[in-house]
Structures are given as C-alpha cells and as structure tokens.
C-alpha cells in the first residue's frame, strides 16, 4: 500500500484546510485509516480514523467537531476536513493505513497502522 498526502498549507486561524490521502495497490475498503499529526517538539498524536466500512469513525477530543474524515471509494482517497483551524494545531499531518483490521472499528494507536504516507505541513498563523 502507498499513501500519497497532499492540501497542506498555510492558513490564518478560523480558516478552512481539506487534506486528502490517496490510496494505491489496494482500495480503502480493504484499509482501515488514519490522520496524525507531529508538532514541532511534540510526539505523533491521533486525530481521527475511519474503518474499512467506512461506518466507524474515531476522532482525538481535541477535534471536538471542527475536523471530518470522509472517503471516497471510487477516488480511492480519504479527506481529512479541518475548520476552525487554530495556532495549536500546526503540524505535520500525516495518513496512515493498515489492511489487517476488522471490518467494523476504528483505530488511535499509531502501532495499529503498517503504512504511512510522507507528511502535509499545516501551519495555521494567529
């Protein structure tokens, strides 16, 4: 499986982002899926998973409804729509994905996920 991330940028705070991550070698009804993030000094953290059907969704509190993770089966892609964007949530995100998981769950733990994609810069200025 190959992860490709893109839609990074730089946006004020209160601004719109949409990252996307496109999946290859496999559709993403066979992956379950994940985005992360990596601040600056900080350690990679959660932020929101979708399962292989699709049905299950698990967000990180701090999204607290201002991010959806979405997916597009025929674009073989999962979105990662961010509003509301604030300085603290400046990172590298990053996609994740793994094929070995159940149908129905959603999964947190970065160790839950065999691949990954390189990283989109958001950097949200005050």
């Known amino acids: 499986v190959q992860l490709q991330a893109s839609g990074g940028g730089l946006v004020q705070a209160g601004g719109s982002l949409r990252l996307s991550c496109a999946a290859s070698?496999?559709?993403?009804?066979?992956?379950?899926m994940a985005w992360f993030r990596r601040a600056p000094g900080n350690e990679r953290e959660f932020v929101s998973a979708?399962?292989?059907?699709?049905?299950?969704?698990l967000n990180a509190d701090f999204v607290k409804g201002r991010f959806t993770i979405s997916r597009d089966i025929a674009l073989n892609t999962i979105y990662l729509q961010m509003n509301d964007l604030k300085p603290e949530d400046t990172a590298v995100y990053y996609c994740?994905?793994?094929?070995?998981?159940?149908?129905?769950?959603?999964?947190?733990?970065?160790?839950?996920?065999?691949?990954w994609g390189q990283g989109t810069q958001v950097t949200v200025s005050s």
């Open positions: 979708i399962s292989r059907s699709g049905g299950y969704i």
């Open positions: 070698r496999r559709p993403v009804t066979d992956l379950a």
């Open positions: 994740a994905a793994d094929q070995n998981r159940v149908n129905h769950a959603a999964y947190s733990r970065s160790v839950d996920y065999e691949y």
